[in-house]
C-alpha cells in the first residue's frame, strides 16, 4: 500500500497544475510567514479578517467588470491597506477601523454580487481556496512578495525591530514610523490577497500568522524569528501538500492543521527557556541604516 501510494503521488507530481501549485507554496514559504512576523509584532491581528472581505470585494468588482478578479482583490487590499495606515497609531485604533472596514466591505461585496447578478459561486468559492488553478500570474505575485518582504526586512531591520519594539522609542530614533507603517501595512494587506488562492480566504493564517507564531517562541532577534518563520513555512507547506496529495485531502485544512501542531508543540517548550525577542530585536542590531 505504501508503494502504490507513493507511485500515485509520483504520477500525480507529474502534472502541470500539481507542480505549480507546490512551487507556488514554496515561494509563499519564503514571503508570507515574513508578513505574519509583521502581523504578530504590530498587534494587528484584525487587518488579516478585514483584508479577506476586501479581497471579497475586490473580487466581486472584477467579476462585475470582467477585469481579472485576484489583480481587483489584490489593488483594492493594498489600497485598503494604504487608507488605514494613519489609524496604526495605535493597536486599538486599528481594531475599530478594521471592524469598520469589515462589515462596509463585506456589505459592499455581497451589494455588487446582487445588483449586477453575477454568479456569486465564484467569488465565494475563493473563501475556501483553490490551489490547483494557481496560475502564472499568481506566481509572479508570490515571487515578488518572497523577494520584496525578506528584501525589505534585510534592508530596514533595524527600522523595522525598533518599529515592533516600541512606536515612540522607533520615532524617537529618527525613524520614519508613518511611512514605514504605511508600506508594511500594504505589505499585509497584498499577501493576504495573495494567499487566498492557495488556502482560502479562511485559511489563510496557516501561511502567515501561525509559522510567525511559533518562530516568536524560538528566536531571540528579529532576524532569528524571521529565518524561523521562514524555515517553519517551507516545512509546514511542503508536508502539508504532500500528505494532501498522497491522502486525498483539501491541502488548506492540512496545512492549517499540521501548522497548529507545530505551534501547540513550540508552545509546549517551558517559558523559562524562552527569552523574549522585542529588546534584542532593537538592541543587538547595527545602529547605523
Not at 510567514?33 to 470585494?57: E, K, N, S
Not at 525591530?161 to 530614533?173: C, F, G, I, K, P
Amino acid at each position: 500500500m505504501n508503494a502504490l501510494a507513493a507511485a500515485d503521488v509520483g504520477a500525480l507530481l507529474e502534472l502541470v497544475p500539481v507542480q505549480r501549485a507546490g512551487l507556488a507554496l514554496l515561494v509563499a514559504a519564503v514571503g508570507l510567514p515574513v508578513i505574519g512576523v509583521v502581523i504578530v509584532g504590530l498587534d494587528i491581528m484584525p487587518v488579516r479578517f478585514a483584508m479577506m472581505h476586501v479581497a471579497l470585494l475586490g473580487i466581486a468588482l472584477g467579476l462585475l467588470t470582467g477585469l481579472d478578479p485576484m489583480l481587483c482583490a489584490l489593488v483594492a487590499c493594498a489600497l485598503a491597506g494604504a487608507g488605514v495606515a494613519p489609524l496604526a497609531r495605535t493597536p486599538s485604533g486599528l481594531s475599530g477601523a478594521m471592524g469598520l472596514l469589515m462589515s462596509l466591505a463585506i456589505a459592499a461585496a455581497l451589494l455588487v454580487l446582487a445588483v449586477s447578478g453575477v454568479n456569486a459561486a465564484g467569488a465565494f468559492a475563493l473563501l475556501w481556496g483553490s490551489i490547483l488553478s494557481v496560475g502564472t500570474a499568481d506566481l509572479w505575485v508570490l515571487t515578488a512578495l518572497a523577494v520584496a518582504v525578506p528584501g525589505l526586512f534585510w534592508w530596514r531591520r533595524r527600522d523595522i525591530a525598533l518599529l515592533l519594539h516600541d512606536r515612540e522609542l522607533a520615532q524617537s530614533s529618527g525613524v520614519r514610523v508613518e511611512r514605514l507603517t504605511l508600506l508594511l501595512l500594504v505589505l499585509v494587506a497584498v499577501a493576504v490577497a495573495g494567499a487566498i488562492k492557495l488556502t482560502g480566504a479562511l485559511l489563510v493564517d496557516a501561511l502567515t500568522l501561525l509559522p510567525a507564531l511559533a518562530a516568536r517562541r524560538l528566536g531571540r532577534s528579529l532576524l532569528s524569528i524571521t529565518a524561523w518563520a521562514v524555515g517553519i513555512g517551507v516545512v509546514v507547506n511542503l508536508t502539508g501538500f504532500f500528505v494532501a496529495l498522497r491522502h486525498d485531502l483539501p491541502p488548506g485544512p492540512v496545512l492549517v492543521l499540521i501548522a497548529g501542531v507545530v505551534v501547540l508543540a513550540v508552545h509546549l517548550i517551558p517559558e523559562r527557556r524562552i527569552r523574549s525577542w522585542r529588546v534584542p530585536a532593537s538592541a543587538s542590531l547595527p545602529s547605523s541604516h
